[in-house]
């Protein structure tokens, strides 16, 4: 079965300061990779999502990911925080479960908070 | 929009009641899940449904029950409410076939107490 690692729980930074939120996931397959993101209050929401092409993939509020298959991982990255972009981020992989079905498998989350 | 609608964001039981949590979306979409998020733990599946009268047992399903009699509308059921199951449930729903890569659409989530 597949799982999914996020090494960090909890992330503070200064705003202008840069991102980078680790994910790693352990199946040996193909996969399709997200990042969701949970604002104060609000629906967990798509943050970018990778299925294939390009390993680098930009997604909304100017973050980015990068997929590397040989390192099963699929970090987040932003050049510069904003205070807006308190939240908790989440990874998701989406891989083949029993009966050929999708299934969705999240990491634990990180909550970032930025301070202005 | 696609809307996912959970009819109770609050919800106080007491243990060993039975408690329904509902979930209605509007863009007809195939697939419907339901998870429960607990801090340090992520986003864990409950059950998920890819069609009606269908249901399959996610990573945690021990303790609940589902109920999918109409497309729009997948219920979960605690038959015997307990302490440990006082968390946030989030309800989602995604478009296509179930074997494809589908973004998950989610409700607000339902606060579940248990006394």
């Known amino acids: 079965a597949q799982s999914v690692s996020q090494h960090n729980h909890h992330v503070i930074l200064s705003e202008a300061a840069s991102l980078e939120l680790g994910c790693n996931y352990s199946?040996?397959?193909?996969?399709?990779l997200f990042w969701y993101v949970q604002y104060p209050g609000q629906h967990l929401q798509l943050l970018l999502k990778?299925?294939?092409?390009?390993?680098l993939v930009k997604g909304i509020k100017g973050f980015e990911a990068e997929f590397i298959k040989s390192k099963f991982s699929f970090n987040l990255r932003k050049p510069s925080v904003q205070w807006s972009d308190t939240a908790e981020y989440f990874c998701?992989?989406?891989?083949?479960?029993?009966?050929?079905?999708?299934?969705?498998?999240f990491g634990t989350g990180t909550k970032l908070q930025v301070i202005p | 929009d696609v809307k996912v609608t959970q009819s109770s964001r609050y919800l106080v039981k007491r243990t060993g009641e039975k408690v329904f949590l509902e979930c209605v979306q509007d863009?007809?979409?195939?697939?419907m899940f339901w998870y429960r998020q607990d801090p340090g733990l992520g986003l864990r599946l409950i059950y998920f449904?890819?069609?009606?009268?269908?249901?399959e047992k996610g990573d945690i399903p021990e303790g609940y029950s589902v109920s999918r009699e109409k497309k729009e509308r997948f219920s979960l059921i605690l038959e015997s409410a307990s302490t440990n199951q006082t968390s946030m449930y989030l309800c989602?729903?995604?478009?296509?076939?179930?074997?494809?890569?589908?973004?998950?659409?989610f409700g607000a989530g339902s606060r579940l107490t248990v006394l």
């Open positions: 989602a729903s995604t478009k296509g076939p179930p074997s494809g890569a589908n973004v998950l659409t």
């Open positions: 199946y040996g397959g193909t996969v399709n």
């Open positions: 990778y299925f294939s092409g390009d390993p």
């Open positions: 998701a992989v989406n891989a083949p479960g029993s009966g050929g079905y999708q299934k969705v498998t």
């Open positions: 863009m007809d979409h195939e697939n």
């Open positions: 449904s890819y069609d009606v009268k269908m249901k």
